[in-house]
């Protein structure tokens, strides 16, 4: 049984000295850094967000680190960013006997990070689109989503009661998550009721 642990204490070793070289005030450098008012949040696209990049990319190398690939330490991955309102966009429905249009910015706002184009499907309503499985709980349970339009709330739920207390971490409750999740369950498009 020894013989099994002595090269875990081994290693562990190296591990526990390298963590005890960085000082805290560096660490905390780095954060106020990051964080500082001069990188504006480092929204996505923005030039903040590449300096951001190059500063931890400089100090990986400083620290004698290499790079995954050999090449780099970046990895670029595609992102839709800036979207906005072209004069064709529109946004119609039917119901039974009636075809109804909305106004854009005044009954509907597209995200964002939406992509261009044109879809036309069947609608699925999917509670508040959350899939928490650590919580065991799923909007999406028993619902057949692939290639349609998913209708979900904003928010998330919360049930009180003899059972006891959902509440999501926030992160499922957040548009974006909401709107990958829908993808993952297979939806081509989200519409979100606001209140």
Do not use: C
């Not at 963590?19 to 903040?48: D, M, N």
């Not at 991955?77 to 009636?98: C, K, M, Q, W």
């Not at 854009?104 to 509670?127: E, H, I, L, M």
């Not at 059972?163 to 974006?176: Q, R």
Request: proline share 7%.
């Amino acid at each position: 049984m020894n013989r099994h642990l002595r090269p875990s204490v081994f290693f562990l070793i190296p591990l526990a000295l390298a963590a005890a070289e960085i000082s805290p005030q560096s660490y905390l450098g780095h954060v106020r850094y990051l964080a500082s008012p001069e990188l504006k949040g480092r929204a996505t696209g923005s030039p903040e967000l590449e300096q951001a990049a190059s500063y931890i990319q400089s100090q990986f190398k400083s620290f004698g680190l290499k790079p995954l690939d050999g090449k780099d330490f970046q990895q670029p991955f595609p992102v839709t960013i800036n979207a906005h309102l072209g004069p064709d966009n529109r946004f119609s429905y039917r119901e039974p006997g009636e075809y109804r249009t909305l106004e854009a910015q005044q009954d509907f706002v597209p995200f964002s990070f939406s992509s261009s184009g044109k879809f036309s499907n069947a609608v699925v309503f999917a509670g508040f689109g959350i899939t928490a499985n650590e919580l065991h709980y799923d909007d999406y349970a028993g619902l057949d989503v692939k290639d349609k339009i998913v209708l979900i709330l904003r928010h998330e739920p919360r049930e009180s009661g003899k059972s006891g207390v959902f509440e999501p971490h926030p992160t499922h409750a957040a548009l974006v998550d909401k709107a990958v999740n829908a993808k993952m369950h297979g939806a081509k498009g989200v519409i979100m009721i606001n209140d």
